[in-house]
């Protein structure tokens, strides 16, 4: 009989051992971090045992140092952690990568860092806000937002409406020059009419992507509207 209860007694604690094993939040190694596929940038400054959101960015030639760049200063000042993608690019299939990119940051990069699951903003500019978009309408269990600068929704999402994502977060960053500017306009009717929360910055310069001060007030926004989700 004792040795029955020592028996119970023991396989209790390894299943709260293990548990707590698993439930352990990464610690925070700040630089830059190099995968084959991504590159991960993490802010000075954050805490032990507590998750930061992910910005996954997308360019159009998969540059992912550049993506780093543009999105650094941000980075450090919402700490957020950074995930650019070295492999989606324009004239690739990009949907099918997509399912692999969403299981290596649930599976992986999510045990390796300190980030929020439900914390995923998918931000690029033309071909790679394009990307964003569609990750969001494939994966969304993974996205909760969409900062996009001067990149469209495709239009076969578009025809998708009744199994399109609802009631998410976008922010539309364009220029009245651009000539993506009046797709981006009836992006933004579509997004409204599914429930999601969306706000338009405008700048001057036309196809490229949008000026730090507009990036800033996008990115604040967007996480204060998943802060009070």
Known sequence: MRLF??????????IVFSGNVFAQVPAPVAGMHEDNEYLIYVPEGLAEG????????????????????????????????ILASKIVKNGMDIS??????????HEKVASEYPIMPDRIIAVGTSGGGMASHLFSFF??????AVI????YIHENSLKQKDVYPRDKVCAFLTSPTD????????????????????K??????????????IREEALTWVLEQLNAS
């Open 5 to 14: 209860r020592f028996v119970v007694l023991l396989t209790f604690v390894c």
């Open 50 to 81: 507590s998750r930061y959101p992910l910005i996954v960015g997308f360019s159009p030639s998969a540059n992912a140092r550049d993506t780093i760049d543009t999105w650094k200063g941000h980075a450090d000042r919402h700490m957020c952690v």
């Open 96 to 105: 099918r990568y997509l399912v692999r990119l969403s299981k290596l940051i």
């Open 139 to 144: 994966h969304a269990d993974t996205v909760a």
């Open 148 to 151: 996009t600068s001067v990149g």
């Open 179 to 198: 000539f993506n500017y009046k797709l981006m306009k009836e992006d933004r009717k579509f997004l409204t009419s599914l429930g999601w929360r969306v």
């Open 200 to 213: 338009w910055y405008e700048f001057e310069g036309g196809h490229r992507t949008a000026p730090e001060e």
